[in-house]
């Protein structure tokens, strides 16, 4: 289970994200991924979109399933008239709900809302709820989402950690302080992880943090790098590792 290679290209915020295959995988083990499964042609592109978030608003007022088909649509579209309407939405007991309302609020960014999303990575029973607020998170700039992010890589199940680490990336390019905090985790994860997904993106994020961070931290991080390509057993892990090397402009470090 690995992140999407088009992160390289895209920021988080630009993942297509569908609530009605999101709700199934609830039924299924948390190692299947229902970010790989989304389908980016599920809506209707041809509609006017204020017409959409127009209906969308409505329907966030509706019943349960009429919600969730609002939810859907602020999943693709941004509309900063759906802040009040989502807010709420982060306490219904329906799992489905929570999730897509977060999943929601990461697509539309809502200031207030940061309190709220930290608290269900922290605290919500639902891996998938706390796996959608780790995405989410990576839109939100605040200070405060830098130290939950790193203690969910430390302590969380393998979904949540996978897109934690992804989402440390973004806080961290924040500034320098923050990426050195980052870098200090995702380089404890890249080493003891036992899930390979986890430890290539901790391998992507160091990447994307490498110019924040200070002499030590990269001399690490080139370190570890050199002794995955050189000898990891994961392939994909191996892989990454190269791929980092590469970009960094030291191809004959594994050579």
Known sequence: MTKNKDLDKDSLAEIAIDPDVLAKELALELEIDPLEQIDEDAFSKGLN??????????????????????????????????FPLLLPLLDQPCPVERMSAVYALGRNP????????????????NAYVRRATAWSLANYDDQTVL???????????AAVRLWSSSSLAEIGNVSSENAQLAAGQLLVSLKIDNESGVRSNCIWSL??????LNNSS??????????????????????????ALDSMGMQGFYN
């Open 49 to 82: 979109i204020t017409q959409e978030c127009n209906e969308a608003l409505k329907m966030l007022q509706g019943n349960r399933e009429e919600r969730i088909q609002g939810l859907r649509i602020f999943c693709e579209y941004r509309d900063q008239r759906a």
């Open 207 to 212: 990447c994307r943090l490498y110019g924040k």
């Open 147 to 157: 130290e939950p992010l790193i203690n969910a890589l430390k302590n969380d199940v």
């Open 218 to 243: 990269q001399e690490s991080f080139i370190d570890e790098c050199t002794k995955i390509a050189l000898f990891d057993k994961e392939p994909s892990v191996m892989e990454e590792a190269k791929t």
């Open 110 to 125: 809502c200031p207030s809302a940061v309190q709220k999303l930290v608290s269900l990575l922290e605290t919500d029973d």
